[in-house]
């Protein structure tokens, strides 16, 4: 006998394979009113959020994320999760169309039935900046100039 899978194992079942296709099962777990930071930016609501996503998901080939670990603790009705993950993504413009793997961390406070903050933290420069010729050059060398 299957036993009905949490909100959370849900949210991973549907970011396993990010793309076009699955960001509305993906909004569909959020609360209309949530609230989405990451080291690009905040969104507010559902809808934004949503619109987010597939802006976001229409220039990728491909983008999954391997789930590593999951904490998860309830104070006065509130669950507390911290996912760890791998994100690889594929993306035409970026590392010359070669894989990207960055790792990163989401803490979300939801309900039983949504979450309602997403925070997710990892190193923008890792997934982004270091990919784009002659940008990627510059914070290589700086990155190895303040590990000395």
Known sequence: ???KKTL???LMDHYKTFNTESVNDIAALYHENTVFIDPVTQIEGRESLQAYFTSMAEGLKTCRFEFEQVITQQQEGVYH???TWV???IHPKLNSGAP???PGV???QHSADAIYRHRDYYD???MLYEKIPVLGTLVSHL???LEH
Do not use: H, P
């Open 106 to 108: 989401s803490y979300l």
């Open 124 to 126: 923008l420069g890792a």
């Open 100 to 102: 990207v793997s960055v």
């Open 143 to 145: 990155r190895k100039r």
């Open 8 to 10: 959370i194992e849900r």
């Open 1 to 3: 006998m299957n036993a």
């Open 87 to 89: 994100m690889t993504f």
């Open 81 to 83: 999760t911290c996912l």
